[in-house]
């Protein structure tokens, strides 16, 4: 296996887990809840079409690296942002 397909296999994984997480964590803000549910769909669409996309690389591996990269990377950050949400929510919640 490559260092570049590793390196992709292990970022799946990691939105994977990130996304399991914070599945568990009471999305009570409105924003939050959406936002997850819009990268929740976001990474459903990336572990579909890892798979073939992973053969596909061998092909153009340039490109569709790129591609998977931009994609995680958003998924990433989003979850990020939902996980900051919720501690903003549970914060103030906790000042009351």
Do not use: W
């Amino acid at each position: 296996m490559s260092d570049s397909r590793k390196k992709r296999d292990d970022l799946v994984t990691t939105v994977r887990k990130e996304r399991n997480q914070l599945r568990s964590q009471n999305l009570a803000g409105l924003d939050a809840k959406d936002e997850y549910e819009r990268l929740s769909q976001k990474c459903d669409q990336l572990v579909d079409q890892y798979q073939p996309i992973t053969e596909a690389v061998e092909k153009t591996t340039d490109e569709v690296a790129s591609d998977l990269g931009t994609i995680a990377d958003e998924l990433k950050v989003g979850f990020l942002r939902v996980r900051e949400a919720i501690r903003n929510i549970q914060q103030s919640m906790n000042l009351h």
